[in-house]
Nanobody
Framework: VQLQASGGGLVQAGGPLSLSCAASGFIFSIAPMYWYRQAPGKQREWVATITSIGNTNYADSVKGRFTISRDNAKMTVYLQMNSLKPEDTAVYYC????????WGQGTQVTVSS
């Protein structure tokens, strides 16, 4: 199982940013996919989930601003982040559970005020 997150960067508060996570090594279409984040000095926290059939769920802190989606043909999960806030600054990780839980390597998102 491999998960390769990309798309992070520096963005001004209020701006958008889109993350991608390319998956391989498992049957992507039947796997739930997750985004987590870890801010400096804080524990990793769950951000969003998308099930194999496209049901989504979000942490309260990002609800209404972030959108998780998936493209099974491309084996990719996305996180569209809008109205970004400085407190969204973190390393963002994608993950999946296919038996064990697997993590991608993370991509840094920095939101300047």
């Amino acid at each position: 199982v491999q998960l390769q997150a990309s798309g992070g960067g520096l963005v001004q508060a209020g701006g958008p940013l889109s993350l991608s996570c390319a998956a391989s090594g498992f049957i992507f279409s039947i796997a739930p996919m997750y985004w987590y984040r870890q801010a400096p000095g804080k524990q990793r926290e769950w951000v969003a989930t998308i099930t194999s059939i496209g049901n989504t769920n979000y942490a309260d802190s990002v609800k209404g601003r972030f959108t998780i989606s998936r493209d099974n043909a491309k084996m990719t999960v996305y996180l569209q982040m809008n109205s970004l806030k400085p407190e969204d600054t973190a390393v963002y990780y994608c993950a999946t559970v296919v038996g064990p839980k697997y993590w991608g390597q993370g991509t840094q998102v920095t939101v300047s005020s």
